[in-house]
């Protein structure tokens, strides 16, 4: 039986034990006890409550039945982060080659970081951008038990175009590579330093190492590398709105400076980072909350917003993705003017989970779209400047990459 045969049983198990359970009371409910759950030695248990969407799925299926299926999660998002990049490669290509016909209107994940989307029409310049003109890049997916290095996926790219990539997937025998100084394992030298950026920086000097040996003729290209807590990776990915997650983002980099807003004091690190950082986007980051999703949506989707969706399906069977985005949808999702304004987890008196403020939120049936029809993307005019209602004419496009339905034409836009 494959891996994901066995993962979808346990998790059918888990949902027949919730037969006849109001899902929406389970999620309303708890957040201290599904807390207490979690061993104190798991590195990212502080971290946790930020994660809106997957604290969601802990709440669905419990702490233990994630803990039981770690590594097969772990699996199915690099395979998820690899399709979408290969995704944007093809979009990137079909538009550099002048065969999309409505580039403004065709969406995909961004290659750099694959979580944030982009028009097609911006992927290039906007890589430039914030890398440069020559740069390898490289994201790494670290343990939430112990911060061991699970997978790493690495780019290079020659002016905003990727040149190839490739990808280690866990159990690697790349991973086992040892800084040429300490004689530590790559995966391990998160574990053994305590210092996210300073191990990050260790892991960058064997990779660069390899780099210069293997690709000699880009020895002095610029190498960046990207460490996210696997809660923060695929809580960044199962978002509906792409406003969500450019606030979130935010968030897990800046972790460190919420515990004022959180009501805690807990919050000691950040929970995804580059190591060095791109000079434009650490400025980007270190902008206010609101500013940076303004900039960043503006720099990616010329402040759209677009329903986002997932590609592995194995998600679906691993987590209740499915499930806990069709009660998003239900219980409508956040305007982008709402998501500016929302307010974190109030660790002090256990609410979990944004507080948004009041007024009409977004549903599919306001742009006449079936819900099969919203879970694989779609393309509005809104911005946080548009006021509700909300109807078919804010629809731009259905759908994503080069499968897009335009939907409205040129001289309607």
């Given at each position: ?383 946080w400047q548009t006021e509700p209602p909300f109807t078919r004419d804010n629809l ?18």
């Amino acid at each position: 039986m494959a891996w994901h045969e066995k993962v979808k049983e346990i998790k059918e198990r888990r949902l027949k034990e919730l037969e006849g359970v109001d899902i929406k009371s389970i999620l309303a409910a708890g957040d201290k006890e599904i807390y207490n759950t979690i061993p104190d030695s798991v590195f990212s248990k502080p971290y946790l409550p930020l994660c809106t969407q997957v604290w969601k799925f802990f709440k669905y299926m419990d702490w233990h039945y994630f803990d039981s299926i770690y590594a097969d999660f772990a699996e199915a998002c690099l395979d998820e982060l690899v399709l979408r990049m290969e995704e944007a490669i093809e979009v990137s290509k079909a538009y550099s080659e002048g065969k999309l016909k409505d580039p403004k209107k065709t969406i995909c994940y961004w290659i750099l970081p694959p979580v944030l989307v982009v028009r097609a029409d911006l992927i290039q310049g906007a890589i430039r951008l914030v890398y440069g003109n020559s740069a390898d890049i490289t994201f790494m997916g670290v343990s939430d038990f112990d911060k061991e290095v699970l997978f790493g996926i690495n780019f290079h790219f020659e002016n905003g175009l990727a040149t190839n990539y490739w990808y280690m997937k866990p159990g690697d025998e790349f991973l086992d590579k040892r800084h040429m100084k300490l004689g530590t394992k790559l995966k391990d030298l998160p574990k053994e330093i305590p210092d996210f950026h300073e191990a990050a920086g260790k892991i960058r000097d064997i990779l660069l190492d390899v780099r210069n040996i293997q690709d000699p003729n880009h020895a002095q290209s610029a190498y960046n590398v990207c460490l996210f807590l696997m809660s923060a990776g695929p809580n960044n990915g199962v978002f509906v709105s792409n406003f969500d997650e450019y606030s979130f983002m935010w968030e897990g980099i800046n972790s460190y400076k919420l515990n004022e807003e959180c009501k805690t004091d807990i919050l000691k690190d950040t929970i995804q980072f580059y190591e060095p950082w791109p000079p434009i986007f650490l400025q980007l980051t270190r902008l206010k909350r609101d500013l940076w999703i303004k900039r960043i949506s503006g720099l990616l989707i010329d402040k759209q917003l677009y329903c986002q969706y997932v590609l592995n399906k194995k998600l679906f069977d691993i987590l209740p993705v499915k499930e806990v985005l069709e009660k998003d949808w239900e219980e409508g999702v956040p305007t982008p003017a709402q998501t500016i304004a929302h307010e974190f987890s109030d660790y002090k008196n256990w609410r979990f989970g944004y507080k948004l403020p009041e007024g009409p939120r977004i549903h599919y049936e306001d742009f006449g779209l079936s819900l099969k029809e919203a879970m694989g993307g779609f393309l509005t005019d809104i911005t946080w400047q548009t006021e509700p209602p909300f109807t078919r004419d804010n629809l731009i496009s259905i759908g994503h990459g080069l499968n897009t339905k335009i939907i409205k034409k040129d001289e309607e836009t």
